[in-house]
């Protein structure tokens, strides 16, 4: 890593390494990195937009609601990981359910609207509640057209969880059913959008929205504003999470934020 500024490693969301060799190497070499994972297990080994957008909700409404902020809605939906049962904290315990249970219909906004989303094991949730100190967390996380959605629930409810732990079995089977994913995005599009809700001990609820045409675009940005940060001198020596301050200022998030929602249909904060 001689000669590099920053490392941007995408490991994809397969990954099962008990290892972050990359991250090691960066160290090692005093080299900027910053990781887009969506593995539970292989964030807290190592330390997203979401995060960001989470964070600023809750300092916001511990400065204006007049309440405690208490309970945490993270909703995800890819408009085109069931291999461990999903968590969730509800007053600062930790509950474990089936990947893929739970569904709820929820509103992502204009160009967009009432979609279909299901408790899913994402990492913000433990982030989120460590970090943020919010007792009760939950993650929910959805795809359109619906058959997405009702294959991965077929998946987590009859295939065994050590099958779809397989590293082998989840790279192949992405392999497969990749092109058919790529005919039907370009049918009806890839968009995807994100919705926050943070409720308060007074009943103050506010909310978070976030929608883009082009998911593969919208990533691209959101990693791109994460680098300039770090670049910038945005995050102090260490690893972290982009909700703590040591991760990402908090008077650089407002300009990452704005870069990061380049080119977006709908963004919305406090609302």
Known sequence: ?????????????????DKCTVLQAATFTKTRYTDICDGVDYSWRAKSLLNLMAAELVRTAKGESGGEPETLSLGQAYLTKS?????????????????YSGARNIDFGKGIGKKYVYLMNLPEVKSTHK????????????????????????????????????????????????????????????????????????????????????????????????????????????VWFPEEPEGIAIDARKLLLRRASRGVTNFTMNK
């Open 83 to 99: 291999s461990y049962r999903f968590f969730y904290y509800i007053a600062g315990s930790e509950i474990k359910l089936k990947p």
């Open 131 to 238: 970090n943020l100190g919010l007792p009760t967390v939950h993650a929910l996380f959805g795809s359109d057209p619906f058959i997405w959605n009702w294959g991965m629930e077929t998946f987590a409810n009859f295939l065994p969880s050590d099958l779809l732990r397989d590293k082998n079995v989840t790279l192949k089977f992405a392999e497969c059913v990749d092109p058919f994913i790529r005919v039907i995005d370009g049918i009806v599009g890839e968009r995807v959008a994100m919705r926050i809700d943070l409720e308060s001990s007074n009943g103050h609820t506010t909310t978070g929205l976030f929608a883009h045409n082009n998911l593969s675009v919208s990533v691209g940005y959101a990693a791109a504003a994460f680098a300039l940060a770090v670049l910038e001198g945005s995050t102090k020596p260490g």
């Open 1 to 17: 890593m001689v000669g590099v500024d920053l490392v941007v490693h995408a490991a994809g969301p397969f990954q099962r390494d």
